[in-house]
């Protein structure tokens, strides 16, 4: 089944040569050969000229493998998904737990609006209720002052949203401390400068008005009020099929996400599985991923004992999985506009609004996690990554194309998958083939 007219369900992908997968993305989002350029080229299209004024005492550009996760579907609509990652077989699992995630509409995803959250901190604040008059009565000017500074951002429909009090205490003598949050929509941009500039045009007219001295004046990575919720199925029948779960697959992953949400030590490596699918797919649309690491572990220890962000139950039949996480993610601004590979990458999502690329972002990390629980929950992931390893160990042996699958296949037939497997592998083949 496709989903308005893109089917991302792309047999044998895996299979095909780099070329021929460039061709099936194309054909898949309607690139043009110039838009594909940048995905294959060694560069990704970026020019000395340009890395060398996006961060100091440049010397060149660093590279990383791209790929595709195939088979998502999110909200009925079908996604093909760029990763950057080093690590191998993210992104074939990825591909995996979305394809068993594809059933009806596939993940479902919520956000809500993009709102984030600057800090004006007030080290030495004034009697409790001054912070709050102050806020109430000069209301209209702040939100004027504020929104001044955005007129783009205000025309998109976003802006200056309201300022809260929040009140804390010193943490070595236990004196008042306070800190005015300015909630800002930033629509489809990450936020950070549409908050941090407005955040310092409020501090001296918060001064002005309280008499209070500001201290810092900074964006909060910490984006509680912008969040997305996703919720995967895959329904439980004996003996498979497309995306289906054999009954006892699925007891085994609960017990698993159970294990995650009771226990911090298993919570953090579950996570940071969940961070392998996410933080992928924002080095190659050129996101914050710095931003998005901190907020996730922030979220997932509010509680106050740090906890798994994805969920995994049997109800009615089906396997459900959710996770709910704070994502502050642009699709303006950034290098998003500079990058000509960020650039493609968007074009091959097929996303302008942020808050729709956040729900992919969201899919991405609960299919990951599927992926990862599934294969703890059966064979452990060290068979399923020997292949893999063997076809970097090959590699770095330097067996040529035509021998990689071949050394692979004699390393796993001695179920080793090291350097020197790989040496002795390649040096038995070259052997073997030099003899006949
Ligand atoms: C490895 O990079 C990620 C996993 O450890 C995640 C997990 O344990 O769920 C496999």
């Known amino acids: 089944m496709t989903s308005q007219g893109r089917n991302s369900r792309l047999p044998g992908f895996s299979k095909l040569s780099a070329e021929a ?30 890395a060398a004024h996006m961060s100091e005492n440049n010397v060149g550009r660093f590279s990383l493998p791209l790929g595709f996760a195939t088979n998502f579907r999110v909200n009925a ?23 068993l995630l594809r059933d009806g509409d596939g993940i479902i995803a919520r956000s809500t609006d993009p709102i984030m959250t600057g800090q004006i901190h007030f080290p030495e604040p004034p009697p409790e209720g001054v912070l709050e008059r102050c806020i109430e009565d000069h209301k209209g000017e702040l939100a004027a002052a504020l929104n001044r500074l955005h007129p783009r951002l205000v025309a998109a429909g976003g802006g200056f949203i309201e300022a809260r009090v929040r009140r804390l205490t010193h943490p070595d003598d236990g004196h008042p401390l306070a800190v005015i949050h300015i909630h800002v929509d930033v629509r489809d941009a990450m936020g950070a400068n549409a908050v941090n500039s407005m955040a310092e045009e409020a501090a001296p007219l918060l001064e002005a008005w309280t008499g209070a001295r500001v201290g810092l004046r900074i964006l909060s990575n910490l984006p509680m009020h912008r969040r997305v919720h996703v919720e995967g199925h895959v329904p439980l029948k004996a003996g498979g099929g497309e995306s289906a779960m054999d009954p006892e697959e699925a007891r085994r992953i609960v017990e698993a996400s159970r294990f995650a949400e009771a226990d911090p030590y298993r919570a953090v490596t579950a996570n940071k599985g969940i961070m392998n699918g996410i933080d992928a797919v924002l080095l190659a649309t050129g996101q914050d991923f710095r931003a998005v690491e901190a907020a996730a572990h922030a979220f997932a220890a509010y509680e106050g004992r740090y906890g798994a962000l994805a969920r995994w139950r049997i109800i009615d039949e089906r396997l459900v999985g959710t996770m709910d996480m704070p994502l502050a993610l642009g699709t303006v601004g950034g290098i998003t506009a500079v990058h000509p590979a960020v650039k493609a ?4 999502l097929g996303v302008t609004e942020a808050t729709r690329f956040a729900e992919i972002v969201a899919a991405m990390g ?39 699958p071949e050394v692979v296949a004699a390393m796993v037939a001695l179920g080793r998958s090291d350097p020197q497997a790989a040496d002795l592998c390649l040096a038995e083949l070259r052997a073997a083939r030099s003899r006949s």
């Open 77 to 99: 609509r079908d996604y093909v998904v760029p990763m950057v990652i080093e690590e191998p077989s993210v992104v074939a699992a990825a591909s995996f737990a979305a394809r």
């Open 21 to 50: 997968r460039l061709e099936a993305i194309a054909s898949f989002a309607g690139l043009s050969p110039e838009e594909l350029l940048p995905l294959g080229s060694p560069d990704n299209g970026l020019p000395q000229s340009i």
């Open 345 to 348: 990458n968007f074009k091959v």
């Open 366 to 404: 609960l299919a990951q996690n599927l992926a990862a629980t599934r294969a703890l929950a059966s064979e452990g992931i060290q068979r399923g990554h020997m292949r893999l390893h063997a076809r970097n160990f090959a590699v770095q042996s330097g067996a040529t194309e035509s021998e990689v």
